[in-house]
């Protein structure tokens, strides 16, 4: 499974790709808006910095909700580097949109996908990936993960060729959970990719280590 993280905080990005085990990045227009990047020249600029710390795919989310804007504002985003993969969410133009940039080489994201008939409607259409946000569908009193072990099962049987990226992770077992329901990539906060390094016996286990270390000094 890759490991994108889902942010456009730059330190931690860089604090994330300094672990060595990251894959790509995820933003979206509400992440940009945290971290008070405005104005489309600004986004583009804060874009092409993040492909320049990251090696591997960084997602780039359209705004326009029609097809032609949803294309240009693609192209755009394309232009910027190699590594980027336009998001585009999941509308009926969208589809139409992903449809548009498979077929002219673009990689895409389908993003905002809470269903298996929106996963398999975006696997249609070529989405390089398609993002289920399960930490959202939890909050909702549905269970994210179940739906995710939903689409590997279609993609899996259907021989679809889209990845699957586990989208709002809210902790750490979400990450474990991801992996064992067949998610390709899981996209994290911070926060929930450190979680996984935590077990209070791994640090009561290294403190005894050390104590011991030192009667051998
Ligand atoms: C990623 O592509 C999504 O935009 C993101 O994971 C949404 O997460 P949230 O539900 O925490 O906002």
Known sequence: MKFFIDTANLAQI???????ILDGVTTNPSLMAKEGIQGSEAV???????????????????????????VKEGKALAAIHPNIVVKVPMIKDGVKALKWFTDN???????????AGQ????????????????GRIDDSSWDGIELISQIAHIYGTQGFKSEILAASIRNALHIVKCAEAGADVCTCPLDS??????????DIGLAKFLEDAKKFA
């Open 119 to 134: 996963a398999i409607l975006a696997a249609k259409a070529g989405a390089t990936y398609v993002s289920p946000f399960i």
């Open 44 to 70: 583009m600029a804060h874009y092409k910095t993040i492909c320049e710390l990251v090696d591997g795919d960084i997602s780039a989310e359209v705004i326009s909700t029609d097809f032609a804007g949803i």
């Open 193 to 202: 990719i450190l979680g996984l390094l935590k077990h209070p016996l791994t």
């Open 105 to 115: 080489g673009i990689k895409t994201n389908c993003t905002l996908v809470f269903s």
């Open 14 to 20: 860089k604090e994330a790709n300094d672990l060595g």
